[in-house]
């Protein structure tokens, strides 16, 4: 038989719940204590307006002292009778706050509190809670209320002369550090700076005889109107400005900000700046503060906002923010996604007017919005969509283009013979300059890509434009960087591309990590001798790996060069026709053993191709075993002979480390040998 009841929860229960795991930080207990404060100060004010208290006001300001192991909070807000101490106090999580705003929701300011439980944060700093409270009412009765952190609590009459309540905490042993006035003053700084009633906690300090001592004025430690809550109208660029090196000590200045001020269909104030980023995306985040009616709730709010906005500074304030419980961290339902929509397509709006109102101020701080609006267009389509519009490539020129201007400009001349426009770029105007001059020479624009997103701007864009295909300046010969046509053949036979490439390649560096293989293109008589390239595919896959998980793999394959030998040049034909002379007495009886055992080897190869594998004997495979062998004896022998000619040759070694030095590789003892050998050359 089916049975119904209601479950059961004691304050012997909740007390040990409240007091370890309802809040992550213990230092929360003074941001709670302050904010029942600040509620039952707005709750008098209301009344006021309503004309339900027709007291005078007077001073309001919120008091924070100690005395001993006591700290105590005071308020000159409504304070509480005797019953309602029972009901807000004694029944956990009955929120006043709750009841308030249902009967005073067209005329109360921003209430904070709505759970009812952040009086009892209290308890996990303190071992005895008192609450001293004389209510606006006229007659009311001053009460006072006392909890050792057990069930059994005292409620007895008490004198008091002013309405109000004052919060007096002894603090347990293990929490003196909260009693400690800097430990105090970091929290109101903290959880506190921008309530909207004054704080005081000490006095203001001046220099005298030699020391600070404290005057009779009260030290306020909030700004009760912070920018934020103030009307746009109102505020000059220097107000922004202040508000933001206040947030941001020992900062540079924000490049641009948003007000943000929306009542329908959630409300939502703040103000979010872009901050100059050169590099780093990490060490910008985590740089929104989110308040709750002008309370600090948290700095992570990468669940409210899309991850590239993360990189945004400012403070947001909403009381449609779902919070939990503690007030400590955001819980999703719809209005997270509205407000995070909102303040995307806000962001977007402002850049684009900045774009085109102030275009020359936005390319000169297009450096430092470059990394933001990347990383938004990569982790957002709809972002995408609006940047596209702005987003800027800049020259090694610096001149800035959008991404339809730079089309028009490179078109015509940059379009290979497949129809693709080719994007040139760089990643240092003075490591690769040599190259760039040679795009130049072209009559070639190469764009500077040097930021630390570019290597996947790059792979987006290609994606998103028409085919279009980028390119670094060095990952080839210009030649064949933009091909137009087919390229000629560089003019050497198989003999004498074989000797070129063993001679050079005798000498190319170990260097680690890094593979090296020699080519051949004819470029013409006033092209550079030698001209060292990287893969584009295999040098982007490694940038990528660096930041981008699973790729780990292309990461840790070696850099791969090819140093393209110029055949039409007049140095490269006189190391090949010098090795000619210099070698030909040693070489010719080898070359022409090499040919007699390759003739050989080609027969076999042939024969055996003929055959299945389990036809072919034991003789026959030990035949090309031994032929094998002996080919690859001599061709050891012959390769020492042009590497003995490469070692005595000063234009071959020249000719690598120029190619070397042109792409930073050179270095250490090489380049010394390198001036060395260069001084000697000269002479």
């Given at each position: 038989m089916a049975t119904t009841g209601n479950i059961g929860v004691t304050s012997e229960n909740i007390f040990p719940v409240i007091k370890k795991f309802l809040y992550s930080d213990h230092e929360i207990f003074l941001r709670e204590i302050v904010s029942n404060a600040i509620d039952a100060t707005r709750k008098l004010k209301t009344l006021a307006s309503v004309g339900e208290f027709k007291g005078e006001l007077g001073d309001l300001t919120i008091r924070i002292k100690t005395d001993g192991d006591k700290l105590i909070i005071s308020d000159r807000g409504i304070g509480m009778t005797a019953e309602e101490i029972d009901r807000y106090i004694n029944q956990i999580a009955f929120s006043s706050a709750e009841e308030f705003l249902e009967k005073y929701r067209n005329d109360t300011a921003a209430i904070i509190g709505h759970f009812g439980l952040g009086f009892y944060s209290a308890f996990m700093v303190s071992r005895k809670v008192e609450i001293i409270t004389k209510s606006y009412r006229e007659g009311a009765v001053a009460m006072k209320w006392s909890c050792e952190g057990s069930p059994a609590y005292e409620l007895s009459e008490t004198e008091k002369d002013d309405r109000g309540t004052d919060i007096i905490l002894t603090v347990d042993d293990e929490n003196r550090e909260f009693l400690e006035k800097a430990k105090i003053t970091s929290l109101l700084s903290k959880y506190c700076r921008f309530l909207p009633v004054p704080i005081a906690f000490g006095k203001e300090q001046e220099w005298k005889e030699g020391k600070y001592v404290d005057t009779d004025k009260d030290h306020i430690v909030n700004e009760t109107q912070p920018a934020w809550v103030r009307k746009p109208a109102d505020l000059k660029d220097e107000d922004y400005r202040a508000f933001y090196s206040g947030l941001y000590p020992a900062t540079d200045e924000p490049l641009f900000w948003i007000h943000l001020n929306v009542d329908y269909p959630f409300n939502l104030t703040g103000i979010l700046y872009f901050p100059t980023i050169k590099n780093n995306l990490d060490l910008h985040r985590n740089k929104i503060q989110l308040y709750c009616n002008q309370v600090f709730v948290t700095d992570s709010v990468a669940d409210i906002v899309p991850e590239f906005l993360t990189l945004l500074h400012g403070v947001i304030d909403s009381p449609d923010i779902p919070l939990n419980v503690s007030r400590s961290y955001l819980q999703s339902d719809g209005n997270v996604k509205k407000i995070s929509t909102h303040i995307t397509k806000k962001v977007a709006d402002r850049l684009e007017e900045i774009f085109k109102n102030d275009r020359p101020q936005f390319e000169s701080k297009w450096d430092s919005l470059k990394l933001f609006i990347q990383?938004?267009?990569?982790?957002?389509?709809?972002?995408?969509e609006r940047a596209a519009k702005f987003v800027l490539l800049k020259d090694a020129d610096n001149k800035y283009f959008t991404l339809d201007e730079y089309c028009k400009l490179v078109k015509d001349n940059q379009t290979d013979r497949e129809g693709t426009t080719v994007y040139l770029y760089t990643t240092s105007v003075n490591d690769q300059y040599s190259y760039i001059r040679t795009a130049r020479d072209k009559g070639y624009s190469v764009l500077v890509m040097n930021g630390q997103l570019d290597v996947h701007a790059i792979s987006q864009l290609e994606q998103k434009l028409e085919k279009t295909r980028f390119v670094r300046v060095d990952s080839d010969t210009v030649d064949n960087l933009i091909r137009k046509s087919d390229s000629g053949d560089a003019k050497l036979n198989d003999d004498q591309k074989t000797?070129?490439?063993?001679?050079?390649?005798?000498?190319?560096?170990?260097?680690?990590?890094?593979?090296?293989?020699v080519s051949f293109e004819s470029l013409g008589e006033q092209a550079n001798p030698v001209v060292l390239t990287q893969s584009e595919y295999m040098r982007r896959m490694r940038e990528m790996s660096a930041m981008q998980g699973g790729m780990s793999f292309y990461?840790?394959?070696?850099?791969?060069?090819?140093?393209?030998?110029?055949?039409?040049?007049?140095l490269v034909k006189k190391v090949l026709s010098g090795s000619q002379k210099a070698c030909g007495e040693k070489l010719t009886p080898i070359l022409a053993e090499i040919k007699g055992w390759e003739a050989r080897q080609t027969d076999l190869r042939e024969q055996q191709s003929k055959k299945k594998p389990e036809e072919i004997t034991e003789a026959e495979k030990e035949d090309m075993t031994q032929t094998d062998g002996h080919l690859n004896e001599l061709r050891a022998q012959r390769n020492a002979v042009w590497t003995e000619y490469a070692t005595d040759n000063s234009i071959v070694g020249q000719l690598i480390d120029l190619a070397l030095l042109s792409n930073g590789l050179l270095k250490g003892e090489a380049l010394s040998r390198f001036l060395m050998r260069s001084v000697k050359l000269i002479k």
């Amino acid at each position: 038989m089916a049975t119904t009841g209601n479950i059961g929860v004691t304050s012997e229960n909740i007390f040990p719940v409240i007091k370890k795991f309802l809040y992550s930080d213990h230092e929360i207990f003074l941001r709670e204590i302050v904010s029942n404060a600040i509620d039952a100060t707005r709750k008098l004010k209301t009344l006021a307006s309503v004309g339900e208290f027709k007291g005078e006001l007077g001073d309001l300001t919120i008091r924070i002292k100690t005395d001993g192991d006591k700290l105590i909070i005071s308020d000159r807000g409504i304070g509480m009778t005797a019953e309602e101490i029972d009901r807000y106090i004694n029944q956990i999580a009955f929120s006043s706050a709750e009841e308030f705003l249902e009967k005073y929701r067209n005329d109360t300011a921003a209430i904070i509190g709505h759970f009812g439980l952040g009086f009892y944060s209290a308890f996990m700093v303190s071992r005895k809670v008192e609450i001293i409270t004389k209510s606006y009412r006229e007659g009311a009765v001053a009460m006072k209320w006392s909890c050792e952190g057990s069930p059994a609590y005292e409620l007895s009459e008490t004198e008091k002369d002013d309405r109000g309540t004052d919060i007096i905490l002894t603090v347990d042993d293990e929490n003196r550090e909260f009693l400690e006035k800097a430990k105090i003053t970091s929290l109101l700084s903290k959880y506190c700076r921008f309530l909207p009633v004054p704080i005081a906690f000490g006095k203001e300090q001046e220099w005298k005889e030699g020391k600070y001592v404290d005057t009779d004025k009260d030290h306020i430690v909030n700004e009760t109107q912070p920018a934020w809550v103030r009307k746009p109208a109102d505020l000059k660029d220097e107000d922004y400005r202040a508000f933001y090196s206040g947030l941001y000590p020992a900062t540079d200045e924000p490049l641009f900000w948003i007000h943000l001020n929306v009542d329908y269909p959630f409300n939502l104030t703040g103000i979010l700046y872009f901050p100059t980023i050169k590099n780093n995306l990490d060490l910008h985040r985590n740089k929104i503060q989110l308040y709750c009616n002008q309370v600090f709730v948290t700095d992570s709010v990468a669940d409210i906002v899309p991850e590239f906005l993360t990189l945004l500074h400012g403070v947001i304030d909403s009381p449609d923010i779902p919070l939990n419980v503690s007030r400590s961290y955001l819980q999703s339902d719809g209005n997270v996604k509205k407000i995070s929509t909102h303040i995307t397509k806000k962001v977007a709006d402002r850049l684009e007017e900045i774009f085109k109102n102030d275009r020359p101020q936005f390319e000169s701080k297009w450096d430092s919005l470059k990394l933001f609006i990347q990383y938004g267009m990569l982790s957002d389509e709809k972002f995408y969509e609006r940047a596209a519009k702005f987003v800027l490539l800049k020259d090694a020129d610096n001149k800035y283009f959008t991404l339809d201007e730079y089309c028009k400009l490179v078109k015509d001349n940059q379009t290979d013979r497949e129809g693709t426009t080719v994007y040139l770029y760089t990643t240092s105007v003075n490591d690769q300059y040599s190259y760039i001059r040679t795009a130049r020479d072209k009559g070639y624009s190469v764009l500077v890509m040097n930021g630390q997103l570019d290597v996947h701007a790059i792979s987006q864009l290609e994606q998103k434009l028409e085919k279009t295909r980028f390119v670094r300046v060095d990952s080839d010969t210009v030649d064949n960087l933009i091909r137009k046509s087919d390229s000629g053949d560089a003019k050497l036979n198989d003999d004498q591309k074989t000797a070129l490439r063993e001679i050079f390649n005798s000498q190319m560096p170990a260097l680690e990590n890094t593979e090296f293989s020699v080519s051949f293109e004819s470029l013409g008589e006033q092209a550079n001798p030698v001209v060292l390239t990287q893969s584009e595919y295999m040098r982007r896959m490694r940038e990528m790996s660096a930041m981008q998980g699973g790729m780990s793999f292309y990461g840790e394959m070696p850099d791969s060069y090819s140093l393209v030998l110029n055949a039409d040049h007049r140095l490269v034909k006189k190391v090949l026709s010098g090795s000619q002379k210099a070698c030909g007495e040693k070489l010719t009886p080898i070359l022409a053993e090499i040919k007699g055992w390759e003739a050989r080897q080609t027969d076999l190869r042939e024969q055996q191709s003929k055959k299945k594998p389990e036809e072919i004997t034991e003789a026959e495979k030990e035949d090309m075993t031994q032929t094998d062998g002996h080919l690859n004896e001599l061709r050891a022998q012959r390769n020492a002979v042009w590497t003995e000619y490469a070692t005595d040759n000063s234009i071959v070694g020249q000719l690598i480390d120029l190619a070397l030095l042109s792409n930073g590789l050179l270095k250490g003892e090489a380049l010394s040998r390198f001036l060395m050998r260069s001084v000697k050359l000269i002479k």
